[in-house]
């Protein structure tokens, strides 16, 4: 299928009175009412449209300071505040995009439950000091780190220090990436891994 595995995060930045769950379902019965099938995850809508994975990450202002704003966080039933303008500069400025892209593709293809802020800082860190001109040893790499890691490491919202970003992942969930991050490892080629 034409643009599976493609990965897009629409922030969705709302000045309301409305309750942080209350935004978080208006944009759930947008997405389903334009039948683009969402799907609730811990703080987007994952949709498909035109082929393509969408997260979509609504957020709520918070009066005076532009770039931060408050999301909900479904599988808690809180919230926390972040700064997505500092988040988007740090994955973009990194040199790591095209293993983003890779490990984003793969988890996509794999139906994996990897929440796409986690998957980047982790990326990130495990990357930190290798070479930028080798992306089939990076991403290997990459899944390696997973299958040693994912389970055990903490990472911390580099916007507020009070968000462990590794708790947006149920220890079930990190045990299914690393159990694939382990199989995709033990695979002949890479049209296997990532197709």
């Given at each position: 299928m034409a643009g599976r595995g493609s990965d897009v995060d629409i922030f969705l930045s709302v000045r309301s009175s409305s309750t942080l769950s209350d935004i978080y379902e208006a944009a759930y019965s947008f997405a389903a009412s334009r039948n683009w099938q969402p799907k609730r995850q811990n703080v987007s809508i994952g949709v498909i449209h035109s082929g393509y994975d969408i997260d979509l990450v609504p957020g709520r202002i918070i009066p005076g300071y532009q770039n931060f704003h408050n999301l909900h966080v479904r599988k808690t039933g809180t919230w926390q505040q972040t700064n997505v303008s500092q988040h988007?500069?740090?994955?973009?400025?990194?040199?790591?995009?095209?293993?983003?892209?890779?490990?984003?593709?793969?988890?996509?293809?794999?139906?994996?439950?990897?929440t796409s802020f986690f998957l980047e800082l982790f990326a990130l860190e495990a990357l930190s000091g290798r070479s930028y001109n080798n992306l089939a040893d990076n991403f290997w790499y990459l899944l390696g780190e997973i299958e040693a890691r994912i389970t055990s490491t903490v990472i911390i919202d580099p916007a507020n220090s009070n968000n462990r970003i590794s708790d947006s992942m149920t220890p079930a969930e990190k045990v299914r990436v690393r159990d694939q991050a382990r199989a995709s490892r033990g695979l002949q080629s890479w049209n296997q891994v990532v197709w």
């Open positions: 988007v500069r740090i994955v973009s400025q990194s040199g790591r995009l095209d293993e983003i892209r890779l490990l984003k593709i793969w988890r996509n293809l794999h139906g994996l439950d990897f």
